[in-house]
């Protein structure tokens, strides 16, 4: 990690076992940026509060994240890998960025402005997620905030809050800039649509193989035969070939779409084996690092106080410019 590559950080909250979707959209992103970047990725579980209080489910799911990240080949030595919670100095400077934002102006996030829309009870944690957010980001200088469209506005916020506070105590912050991550592929889940967990079409990541043909077998298909000829671009099962099959067997499995002859009974065989293929390896690695999830909380360990001492730095200036 030498000083001369930018700074990239990124945060993921611990809520839950990732889908393939989440998987192809943002997790493997980081793994293909770590050498190129001086590489930070945290566990937001300070953020989480927000939604999960439950301690054993926040403790649990924050190891489950690290799991899944080392599973798929975040390499502790590349990235800075690390709970947000070991630097509780973000707290110290979102309460400092609390004092210099006006309320309207937060009422303007989106994540808000949904929730408000849908009823929900609001907590002070979720209308100030936005400021907790831009302290993560500036606390550690970074250059690049690789993030889903979704999260796009956040980046701004943290944008816009680090020239406010340069404007109002001098120069400290340098601004950061959102790398979105929208060449990305969209994986679409077993109903065609886009998959997400708020349509219930996904497949998990780590899925055991009946997991894996479950999801599959559940895939609509229409009451067409075998030998019927099939339209390709309107059928689930081949938006999902495109995606786990090569570039040959695309072709063959068009082909035999086309002209008939391959019946949806056997495209799902075809898909199962090849989700299997892609998966079982994630999978296995992942069990391998769970066997030890003491040596995996210790690598945490040394990794926050690693990003904490960097953080400390950061804010001995914030301090003094402000006058604490
Ligand atoms: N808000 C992000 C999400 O829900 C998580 C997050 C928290 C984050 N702090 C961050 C992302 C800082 C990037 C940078 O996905």
Avoid at 115 to 139: C, H, Q, R, T, W
Wanted: proline share 5%.
């Amino acid at each position: 990690m030498t000083t001369t590559k930018k700074i990239l950080l990124s945060g993921v909250k611990p809520t839950g076992r990732p889908h393939i979707g989440n998987y192809f959209g943002a997790m493997k992103q980081f793994v293909d940026l770590q050498g190129e970047y001086d590489s930070r990725v945290f566990i937001a579980d300070y953020h989480a509060i927000t939604t999960v209080q439950n301690a054993e489910e926040l403790s649990q799911n924050t190891l489950d994240v690290a799991l899944d990240y080392l599973a798929i080949g975040i390499d502790p030595k590349k990235t800075l890998l690390f709970k947000q919670s070991d630097i509780p100095e973000v707290c110290e400077l979102g309460w400092i960025f609390n004092c210099i934002t006006t309320m309207p102006y937060l009422m303007r996030a989106h994540a808000y402005k949904d929730a408000e829309a849908k009823n929900k009870e609001i907590n002070v944690g979720l209308f100030d997620y936005p400021l907790l957010m831009a302290s993560d980001i500036l606390i550690q200088d970074a250059d690049v905030v690789p993030v889903g469209q979704d999260q796009k506005q956040h980046v701004e916020y943290a944008r816009d809050t680090a020239e406010k506070f340069n404007r109002i105590f001098g120069d400290t912050f340098k601004l950061p800039n959102p790398l979105i991550l929208d060449h990305v592929k969209i994986i679409p889940g077993t109903d065609g649509q886009k998959m997400s967990k708020s349509y219930g079409n996904t497949i998990a990541l780590f899925a055991e193989d009946d997991e894996i043909k479950r999801a599959v077998m559940s895939i609509p298909t229409n009451s067409q035969g075998v030998d019927e000829p099939k339209d390709p671009e309107i059928d689930h099962m081949f938006a999902l070939h495109k995606h786990f099959a090569n570039a040959e067997e695309i072709k063959e499995i068009e082909k035999r779409y086309r002209e008939g002859g391959l019946g949806y009974k056997e495209s799902k065989e075809i898909l199962i084996s090849n989700i299997t293929k892609f998966i079982s390896p994630l999978r296995e690695k992942r069990k391998e690092f769970a066997k030890d999830p003491e040596a995996v909380k210790k690598m945490l360990k040394e990794n926050g106080e690693k990003a904490r001492e960097l953080a400390l730095q950061k804010m001995e200036v914030v301090r003094k410019a402000v006058g604490l």
